[in-house]
């Protein structure tokens, strides 16, 4: 066990605010005897609900005079998840010398069990979940947490427990003050979120924070073909690589190879595209550091065939596959799902967050042919214009149509949108969900 060495005053808390987490934070706060103030620009009647029933006062779209008023008097102040840098409440707090903490640096201080830590732009559910299933497989009851359906500062009331296994945003990450997890592995890096983070560096700093406290005896597990990942892991890092066979995790022969030795076929998996290996490697490594048997490990790797709306298979229509993978919300992702096709029919688009959308171009190959779609259509064409045909559609039944019009014998048409849903949908969910109900009315499946 690594107890945290944080001791934060939580006579006088504030909630920046009030979705799941900060609903879940409020709850602990309240549990232990304090009671904290909490801020929301925008409460749901759900949200307004929870504060009655916990007896809270809840502070609905303060002025900027009455938010740094509040702040001010804070002990600490604890923003949820997604919170903007360019929100006044990080000034006010910086003004008044107020510490900004997040639910991990309360887990730490409540709860000494093991952390188990997994980031990066793109893959980080995928191998939390694996690891969770190889842990509880060998024996060890562990539990996927932070980024996921359940908070971390909610877990930890479950005594049943040993090893929680934290799925770290950067934004949980960026706002916490002292996190040292026993295990922290680093995935990939690409641009994201610059919607909500200050600078693309701030967003690479908060990434990188999840190395910033190693305590004595911890394992960093760093991605040796991510620069950026590479560039920044520690010196005694743990490495995966599809690539070099030197790294500790690696590919060699068709085999997953691990400190032990070979460890699972790759024609033993279900899932074999590149970023299905590295993942496997990940977890591998995490779950092994937390614990797990590598027999284990190879049996949770082989029975994995991959999760809703992440180049999740459809069916086969005319011999044209279709694949769901509307949780690509980012350029990178998208890249990553075509990379393992031959010739791709891409459905992209939606709300872009800030990003470079043009690197989407180099899709091609295996991309040749798109359909631009949502708000960021424009951008989405201009991609790929002279590079291959670009196709425009108003809606998802549409752009499923002219995908269908614009496939061949042997395609594979894939939803991999790059950008967020919020022009669209109220998810990524039910983006994916409506885009596979449409493709299956279509061919009367």
């Not at 908070?151 to 929680?164: H, K, Q, S, Y």
């Amino acid at each position: 066990m690594i107890a945290s060495s944080l001791n934060l005053n939580l006579d006088a808390p504030v909630l920046i605010g009030f979705g799941i987490t900060g609903q879940a934070v409020a709850q602990a706060l309240v549990t232990r005897s304090y009671k904290p103030v909490v801020i929301d620009d925008r409460p749901t009647d759900a949200a307004r609900s929870v504060a009655d029933q916990l007896s809270l006062e809840l502070v609905e779209a303060p002025s900027a005079i009455e938010l740094a008023e509040i702040v001010a008097s804070a002990s600490v102040l604890l923003p949820s998840p997604g919170i903007p840098d360019s929100h006044p409440c990080f000034k006010a707090a910086a003004d008044h010398d107020v510490p900004t903490a997040s639910e991990f640096d309360l887990a730490q201080m409540w709860d000494n069990r093991p952390l188990l830590t997994v980031t990066g732009t793109n893959g980080k559910t995928t191998v939390t979940l694996l690891v969770a299933d190889a842990l509880n497989k060998s024996g060890i009851p562990a539990v996927a947490v932070g980024n996921t359906d359940v908070p971390l500062v909610a877990a930890i009331d479950d005594p049943e427990i040993e090893v929680f296994v934290v799925e770290a945003s950067s934004f949980r990450l960026g706002h916490s003050l002292r996190f040292a997890p026993a295990v922290s592995c680093w995935l990939n890096f690409a641009p994201d979120h610059l919607d909500a983070h200050a600078s693309f560096e701030d967003y690479k700093s908060a990434k990188a924070s999840i190395w910033n406290h190693r305590p004595d005896g911890s394992v960093a597990i760093a991605n040796a073909d991510d620069q950026v990942v590479a560039e920044l892991a520690p010196q005694d890092s743990s490495l995966f690589s599809l690539t070099d066979q030197d790294a500790l995790w690696h590919v060699d022969n068709g085999e997953l190879v691990g400190p032990e030795g070979p460890f699972v076929k790759v024609a033993q998996l279900q899932r074999t595209q590149p970023h299905d290996l590295a993942n496997a490697l990940a977890a591998a490594a995490v779950a092994y550091a937390g614990g797990a048997t590598m027999e284990s490990i190879a049996t949770v790797l082989q029975s994995f065939s991959g999760f809703r709306h992440r180049v999740e298979f459809v069916g086969t229509w005319n011999d044209v596959a279709w694949y769901n993978d509307s949780k690509a919300t980012v350029p990178h992702a998208t890249l990553s799902a075509v990379a393992g096709f031959d010739s791709v029919v891409l459905i992209a688009g939606g709300r872009n967050k800030g990003l470079d959308l043009s690197e989407l171009g180099d899709a091609v190959p295996p991309v040749r042919a798109v359909v631009a779609t949502g708000d960021a259509a424009e951008e989405i064409t201009q991609a790929f214009s002279g590079r291959v045909p670009v196709e425009s559609a108003e809606t998802m039944a549409a752009a499923v149509e002219t995908a269908a019009i614009l496939s061949q014998r042997g395609d594979v048409v894939v939803l991999s949108p790059g950008c967020t849903s919020f022009d669209w949908y109220s998810s990524y969910k039910d983006r994916g969900d409506d885009f596979c109900d449409l493709v299956r009315k279509r061919y009367g499946a």
